[in-house]
């Protein structure tokens, strides 16, 4: 296996953070995985996939893992649906693109999302009134201290809003391996009723969609307001979106009659973090490589050299600025290295 020294991670986080690996190691089989963990049980390891929902503040002293297994196979197919599973190094828009021209249904929501499949389950990735918990099965993962293999059920991994075990109660734990989907083969159920996707629906003249039709939607949508990393560093959403009382959420409205809201239940109101920072003055603005995307606020950007640091203090600043105008803790959705 071959270990590199003093490794950029530039290219192997969205956010574009040029910090270094002490040493690298690019893993493309489940046997080399196991063989690494149980050379030295007390080794501390770092692991990256898709590095598409972390902040890099550091250089990381211990050996880096960049997870690249890749494939696809399917495990059990029904007339009417499919049992299919994607190796944790998988491109996660590929995979989705995979499904749909195969005529999968279920994914086509969460088009477009950067990252690999390997991280998918840990934040529960959601877009457009689907989250990756609607079609998991299962997913295999390796006990890092022990190099064992795991099978977490869709139960047992305790998905919340953009929340799971991974992020909780086994945290840095585990290293997925492969995660396992039921997807649909006909009578594919279509989740179009978010405002967006109507109406790019509408705007293409689609009146019956097919799982393509919608993906197409999706992408556009993600295109026309989330910077492509490609481009402009970023992990998408910086912050959750905030839950607070009815009584809260009633006290902002008489401030804000616009404010918007979903509600989740007889108490608590979501409000979006990107509106919030909007009304705050932020998006748009620019602190030397640092800046918050001009077309959605809750996007922090990394122009070209900003460092993690200099990304985190600028979430400070906007932290500091709700809680003073709106008293809302704005929560980092991004897992801060
Ligand atoms: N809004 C503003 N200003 C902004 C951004 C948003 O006023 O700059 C308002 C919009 O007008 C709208 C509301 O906020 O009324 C919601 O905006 P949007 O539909 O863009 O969705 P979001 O709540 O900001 C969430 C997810 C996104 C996901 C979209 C679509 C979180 C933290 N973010 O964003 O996920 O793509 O919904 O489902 O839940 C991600 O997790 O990285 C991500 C991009």
Redesign the pocket.
């Given at each position: 296996m071959n270990i590199e020294h003093n490794k950029s991670l530039k290219e192997y986080n969205t956010f574009g953070i040029d910090v270094t690996a002490s040493e690298f190691v690019k893993v493309t089989s489940e046997t080399a995985l196991k063989d690494l963990l149980l050379k030295d049980p007390k080794k501390r390891f770092f692991i990256i996939s898709g590095g598409s929902?972390m902040l890099l503040t550091k250089d990381i002293d211990t050996l880096v893992l960049h997870i690249a297994i890749t494939g696809i196979t399917v495990v059990e197919e029904f007339k009417d649906s499919i049992i299919i599973s994607a190796n944790a190094g998988e491109n996660w828009h590929d995979f989705v693109l995979y499904c749909i021209n195969q005529g999968y249904g279920g994914l086509e929501?969460l088009s477009l999302?950067?990252g690999y499949v390997g991280s998918a389950p840990i934040?529960n990735?959601?877009?457009?009134?689907v989250e990756l918990k609607d079609t998991f099965v299962s997913c295999e993962a390796i006990h890092i201290s022990s190099g064992e293999k795991h099978i977490f059920s869709n139960k047992d991994c305790k998905f919340g809003?953009?929340n799971s075990i991974f992020k909780s109660d086994v945290k840095d734990e585990f290293i997925i391996t492969k995660v396992t989907f039921k997807l649909s083969k006909n009578n594919h159920i279509l989740n179009t009723s978010?405002?967006?996707i109507e109406n790019a629906l509408k705007e293409n003249g689609i009146t019956s969609p097919t799982i393509k039709d919608v993906s197409e939607a999706v992408i556009q949508?993600?295109q026309s307001?989330?910077p492509d990393p490609n481009e402009i560093g970023n992990?998408?959403?910086?912050?959750?979106?905030p839950v607070i009382s009815i009584d809260h959420f009633s006290r902002l409205q008489k401030t804000y009659p616009d404010i918007?809201f979903y509600k989740i239940d007889n108490q608590t109101i979501?409000v979006?973090?990107?509106?919030l920072?909007?009304?705050s003055g932020f998006?748009g603005k620019r602190w030397g490589d640092a800046g918050v995307?001009e077309?959605?606020?809750?996007?922090l950007v990394n122009y070209n050299n900003a460092t993690g640091v200099e990304i985190l203090d600028l979430s400070k600043k906007i932290q500091s600025k709700i809680k003073d105008r709106f008293d809302i803790n704005l929560e980092i959705?991004v897992n801060i290295i």
């Open positions: 929902n929501n999302i950067p934040q990735i959601g877009a457009y009134g809003y953009r978010y405002g967006a949508i993600r307001k989330l992990s998408g959403s910086f912050f959750k979106n918007p979501k979006p973090a990107g509106w920072i909007e009304q998006k995307h077309k959605q606020a809750l996007v959705e």
